[in-house]
């Protein structure tokens, strides 16, 4: 019997969206170059809240590229790569959402 592979389709795209999320969100090579920092130094907008400190707004900008993963994955889960994908895509998603109250929590308990 042959072992069937799942086609490479749209939903391997998934895997490209996610990549480029965390290569917009997270620090890489020798340099620590993110693209996040450096877009938004270009448009002049603050990297976070409130000055040096407060909420990371590159974070926020990222939650697009995890639910653009979530939703091609979804959608089109019979192809090679979405499974993996939407899970960790699925994650971030659900992690990115979450850190917010988190932080007032910490904030109000900690920083009063």
């Known amino acids: 019997m042959e072992q069937q592979h799942k086609p490479i389709g749209i939903g391997t795209l998934a895997l490209l969206v ?15 170059f ?35 993963t979530v939703v091609i994955a979804r959608k089109f889960h019979m192809n090679y790569g979405a499974k993996l994908a939407y899970r960790i895509g699925s994650f971030m998603l659900i992690f990115s959402v ?6 007032g929590v910490i904030w109000f308990i900690f920083g009063r």
């Open 98 to 103: 979450l850190i917010f109250p988190l932080y």
């Open 18 to 32: 996610l990549t480029m999320g965390f290569a917009f969100n997270f620090p890489w090579g020798k340099e620590q």
């Open 34 to 68: 993110q693209v996040s920092y450096y877009l938004f130094q270009s448009l002049n907008w603050p990297i976070y809240s409130n000055g040096n400190q407060g909420v990371h707004l590159t974070f926020v900008a990222a939650i697009v590229f995890w639910v653009g």
